[in-house]
T-cell receptor, first 114, second 112 residues
Framework: GAVVSQHPSRVICKSGTSVKIECRSLDFQATTMFWYRQFPKKSLMLMATSNEGSKATYEQGVEKDKFLINHASLTLSTLTVTSAHPEDSSFYIC??????????FGQGTRLTVV | GNSVTQMEGPVTLSEEAFLTINCTYTATGYPSLFWYVQYPGEGLQLLLKATKADDKGSNKGFEATYRKETTSFHLEKGSVQVSDSAVYFCAPSPYNTDKLIFGTGTRLQVFP
């Protein structure tokens, strides 16, 4: 199947700093990318949907100024957690799909804010 | 609203045992239904899907039938293997959207 690469797999940052997570589709053009957040023993919560070249659509309750999403090309989307705080510590997962394809998932990024 | 309920795990089985993981959902309209699997250290992968009532999705010996009357999409396998040990996610996708609504996931552990 198609490959979606997410980087980094783990990151630890200090409170107040910003962290950028990358999601790349390696062998297909991802017209739509999704960002999820997963709390321990909880389901994946969809944060936002982004289409290449346009602004992301955020789910209700997700702060767009805190979680900046950029989908500037058909193979790359980034999620930047700005001014991170300990409550932002979580597992973040991206998925990508091309025209008429299923969604392919990255391996996730474990963010720890200290 | 849209939601999904999965049985809590872990589900622990011996090899060759029969597996059922229950999934029920609420969704507007007629959603497409998916099961994803996450093997240790890997990202989620599509296991099977069904897009309309009474459809049966199947893959790798796993099956699930779209039951509109009970809003369920239970996952079954007749004989599990150790290599099936993973976390399984039920995920409806509301009609006419690209979104997936995930359950909490059910961890399956299969012992020899």
């Amino acid at each position: 199947g198609a490959v979606v690469s997410q980087h980094p797999s783990r990151v630890i940052c200090k409170s107040g700093t910003s962290v950028k997570i990358e999601c790349r589709s390696l062998d297909f053009q991802a017209t739509t990318m999704f960002w999820y957040r997963q709390f321990p023993k909880k389901s994946l919560m969809l944060m936002a949907t982004s289409n290449e070249g346009s602004k992301a659509t955020y789910e209700q309750g997700v702060e767009k100024d805190k979680f900046l999403i950029n989908h500037a090309s058909l193979t790359l989307s980034t999620l930047t957690v700005t001014s991170a705080h300990p409550e932002d510590s979580s597992f973040y997962i991206c998925s990508a799909r091309g025209p008429g394809t299923e969604a392919f998932f990255g391996q996730g990024t474990r963010l720890t804010v200290v | 609203g849209n939601s999904v309920t999965q049985m809590e795990g872990p589900v622990t089985l011996s090899e060759e045992a029969f597996l059922t993981i229950n999934c029920t959902y609420t969704a507007t309209g007629y959603p497409s239904l998916f099961w994803y699997v996450q093997y240790p250290g890997e990202g989620l992968q599509l296991l099977l899907k069904a897009t309309k009532a009474d459809d049966k999705g199947s893959n790798k010996g796993f099956e699930a039938t779209y039951r509109k009357e009970t809003t369920s999409f239970h996952l079954e396998k007749g004989s599990v293997q150790v290599s099936d040990s993973a976390v399984y996610f039920c995920a409806p996708s509301p009609y006419n959207t690209d979104k997936l609504i995930f359950g909490t996931g059910t961890r399956l552990q299969v012992f020899p």
